[in-house]
Structure formats: C-alpha cells, structure tokens
Nanobody, 115 residues
Framework: QVQLVESGGGLVQAGGSLRLSCAAS????????MGWYRQAPGKQRELVAT???????NYADALKGRGTISRDNRKDTVNLQMDSLRPDDTAVYYC?????????WGKGTLVTISS
C-alpha cells in the first residue's frame, strides 16, 4: 500500500517562503505523477502543481512565478518551494501521487500565512 507523508508546513509571514516535502513509500515503482493540491477553509480542493516522472511540470495560475515543484525519482519524493507567500495561500496542502492510474493522497500539512 502506497503511503505519502508530507512535511514542512507551518506559520509564515506574508512575503515569506516555505518548502513542502512529501515522501512516498510502499511501491517498488516510480510514481507516474506526483504533486500538490490544497484546500482552504470553506473551499474545494484545488491543484497547486504537478510533476511527471520525466520532469514535466504544471502549475496553477495562482502559483505561477511564486512556486517551484521538483522531485527525486530515486527517493520518490516531491518538493514544493513557495515564495512571496500571501494570506490567501493559507490552506491544508495535500501531496498526491499516481501509480498505474491509481491516485493516492497524503493526510495533508497545514500552511498558515499571516498578514
């Protein structure tokens, strides 16, 4: 069973930076795609960024120019560097990974941006 464990959330002042990490375990194969979603209070879960096993990336418009997603295929980890953080970035950030068409989710890590 694939497990995803996020780390790196916390409280940051507006304008600051944060790096989220996610480690996958339980599979002998590389995830086809890894990424991050977020869910703010009272809102639906939304895409933040994804990266394929070949390194192709996709960013939500809200994060373009402020975030960088990367992954280590040897370790099956994915990272999200976020800069110039804003209060509306406050959310629970979820790691996701797709292995052979099956989608897995982490439990989430809370990111709070203070104004």
């Amino acid at each position: 069973q694939v497990q995803l464990v996020e780390s790196g959330g916390g409280l940051v002042q507006a304008g600051g930076s944060l790096r989220l990490s996610c480690a996958a375990s339980g599979s002998n194969f590389r995830a086809n795609l890894m990424g991050w979603y977020r869910q703010a209070p009272g809102k639906q879960r939304e895409l933040v960024a994804t990266i394929t096993d070949s390194g192709s990336t996709n960013y939500a418009d809200a994060l373009k120019g402020r975030g960088t997603i990367s992954r280590d295929n040897r370790k099956d980890t994915v990272n999200l560097q976020m800069d110039s953080l804003r209060p509306d970035d406050t959310a629970v950030y979820y790691c996701t990974a797709i292995y052979f068409g099956r989608n897995y989710w982490g439990k989430g890590t809370l990111v709070t941006i203070s104004s």
